[in-house]
């Protein structure tokens, strides 16, 4: 069994905490990854692997430095509310960013890049989640114009000009619709393959998935956030589904429900569990119950979100290192 923990910020008190837990890996933002973070992770937790965790579409601070950047939801829904801060996959600027950023990270003691926030935008952690339909910015359009080789401007109707615009994409061209997102998501996950094969090292590339089955929100997975497995099972080595069952209102039996759907994707898979109360209370036996239903077959182990929550947590904190 993997056992891993996402590291929020690297301090000697929480890397004295965690190393105690036997861990595999470690998941640290990248903005904490340099040569010294990763020697004092080596030095506090043994051979562990440093998994990097890359926010790829996303970021207040991507958003001010390019403006532009802003993703266009059809109904005008505010894409920039705190904490959901949506970036539009498809500027150039960004994906150049984001993709210096990685490289940046591969020059350092990693040994996995988890590519974060690797998707159209929308507020998911939640039980009533505020579903986006992104992104309708003027480069999206022209882009999509480009791809179906036809204008789609002009369209009349009730509702504002984008709304047509929106239904008629939907209504016209929904399977080029899809397939023109999901482009955008495999085409950047290609680009981050092809920079650790260049680095010449042994590097895992992990991506972060929206806990969703195909049929939910309208097939919402494809449809909403691009995350296209069909597409990504052949570049990304392990995924990682966010299982943080009572933020989304679950009972904990939903993880292993979760864990048993993933097997479909025939690739390993790391699911990561809140130990944070987060949409609630969870007791020290729920946390047990999350930890064994994470752990079953075919998943190859558990992450949990996040490790300074837990070491604060003394009883969480005790089943979590006697756990194996």
């Known amino acids: 069994m993997h056992k891993s923990g996402f590291l929020l910020n690297v301090e000697d008190s929480v890397l004295e905490g965690a190393s105690q837990l036997n861990l595999n890996s470690v998941l640290v933002s990248s903005e904490n990854i340099s040569p010294q973070t990763t020697s004092q992770i080596k030095e506090k937790l043994g051979q562990v692997e440093i998994y990097a965790s890359v926010i790829v579409f996303a970021g207040k601070d991507l958003l001010e430095k390019y403006p532009d950047a802003k993703a266009v939801d059809s109904n005008d829904k505010d894409t920039i509310s705190d904490p959901l801060i949506g970036i539009c996959p498809t500027h150039p600027g960004v994906r150049k960013n984001r993709l210096e950023e990685i490289k940046r990270v591969l020059e350092n003691d990693v040994q996995g890049v988890w590519l974060n926030h690797m998707r159209y935008p929308t507020s998911w952690e939640s039980a ?87 049929k939910d929100y309208g097939a919402g997975i494809q449809r909403v956030v691009a995350q296209d497995f069909s597409k990504l099972i052949p570049l990304i080595d392990i ?62 182990g558990v992450c949990v979100y996040h490790l300074e929550d837990l070491i604060k947590q003394s009883q969480k904190y005790e089943v979590f290192r006697q756990f194996s």
């Not at 047509?164 to 899809?178: C, P, Q, R, T, V």
């Not at 999901?182 to 590339?205: H, M, P, R, T, Y």
Request: net charge negative; hydrophobic share 40%.
């Open 239 to 300: 995924f990682s589904p966010g299982l943080f069952h009572k933020m989304l209102g679950k009972d904990v039996s939903w993880i292993g429900e979760m864990v048993e759907y993933y097997w479909q994707l025939g690739k390993a898979f790391l699911p990561l569990i809140q130990s944070v109360n987060e949409g609630g209370e969870i007791s020290t036996e729920e946390f047990k119950q999350s930890l064994e239903n994470a752990i079953k077959s075919p998943s190859m």
């Open 128 to 214: 009533n989640p505020d579903i986006l339909d992104t992104c309708y910015c003027e480069r999206c359009l022209k882009m999509f114009e480009e791809y179906i080789g036809e204008p789609i401007a002009g369209v009349g109707g009730e509702g504002t000009a984008l709304q047509n615009i929106a239904l008629h994409i939907d209504g016209s061209y929904y399977h080029e619709w899809l397939e023109f997102k999901a482009g955008q998501v495999v085409s950047f996950v290609e680009e981050a393959k092809a920079l650790i094969a260049a680095s010449g090292k042994e590097i895992k590339l992990g991506m972060f998935i929206v806990p969703w089955k195909d």
